[in-house]
């Protein structure tokens, strides 16, 4: 069961990424990771966390805007040049995918409804 699970994750990530972006960061080191931030808004959150360069000392800041109603992202970025390049890079890919259960099982607050 787990292998199913982990094929509907990546094809979900690979309808917003490219899938080479999301195999280099499957492979990132946690600890190059940052701790996902949370913000709602009336119909959406945004989450953003830092994603270390594994060749420098750079952080690159990554941000995607989710609708948890339909569970899809309104939009996405990294502040890296890859992303600038082609709209897709591994440290979003690591960010998504190290993160992926608490994006799409996150619930709106109450307030917001």
């Known amino acids: 069961m787990q292998a199913v699970e982990e094929l509907d994750k990546i094809r979900t990530l690979a309808t917003y990424l490219f899938l080479d ?7 990132y080191y946690k600890n190059y990771i940052g701790t ?6 009336k119909n959406f959150i945004i989450f953003s966390c830092h994603v270390e360069s594994e ?20 939009g996405y970025n990294c502040t890296c040049p890859q992303f600038e390049a082609t709209n897709s890079c591994k440290h979003l890919g690591a960010m998504l995918y190290h993160y992926y259960n608490d994006i799409f099982n996150v619930k709106i607050d109450n307030k917001y409804k």
């Open 36 to 41: 996902l931030q949370k913000t709602e808004q």
């Open 21 to 27: 972006d999301i195999n280099k960061g499957r492979r």
């Open 55 to 74: 060749r420098t000392t750079k952080k690159y800041k990554c941000n995607v805007v989710f609708d948890p109603v339909y569970k899809l992202f309104r």
